[in-house]
């Protein structure tokens, strides 16, 4: 499986992006698939995941309430919608794929297929 995120940019602190993440191959479907993001200095971070028929979602504390992950599986592709954006959220967001989450949704070592990233830049 490859990755391709995209619909990264800047935005002020309040607004709103979409995120993308195209997958390649026709076992899109069979992945859970997830959002993590990684700030300068710090360790990469999960955000947001969804289970591979879409039937549950799951986000970090800080994002709950304004960021939405969402996937069509007929598009091989999988969202992030965020909003009310604030300077924290800046960050490099990758996508991310894994076969099964034995461990937790959370923990990055549990995706297989990673892609590029994507840069997300708030301004307060």
């Known amino acids: 499986v490859q990755l391709q995120a995209s619909g990264g940019g800047l935005v002020q602190a309040g607004g709103s992006l979409r995120l993308s993440c195209a997958a390649s191959?026709?076992?899109?479907?069979?992945?859970?698939m997830g959002w993590f993001r990684q700030a300068p200095g710090k360790e990469r971070e999960f955000v947001s995941s969804i289970t591979w028929r879409g039937s549950n979602t799951y986000y970090a504390d800080s994002v709950k309430g304004r960021f939405t992950i969402s996937r069509d599986n007929a598009k091989n592709t999988v969202y992030l919608q965020m909003n009310s954006l604030k300077a924290e959220d800046t960050a490099v967001y990758y996508c991310?794929?894994?076969?099964?989450?034995?461990?937790?949704?959370?923990?990055?070592?549990?995706?297989?297929?990673w892609g590029q990233g994507t840069q997300v830049t708030v301004s307060s």
């Open positions: 991310a794929a894994a076969r099964s989450l034995r461990v937790g949704v959370s923990v990055p070592r549990e995706y297989d297929y």
């Open positions: 191959g026709r076992t899109f479907s069979t992945y859970h």
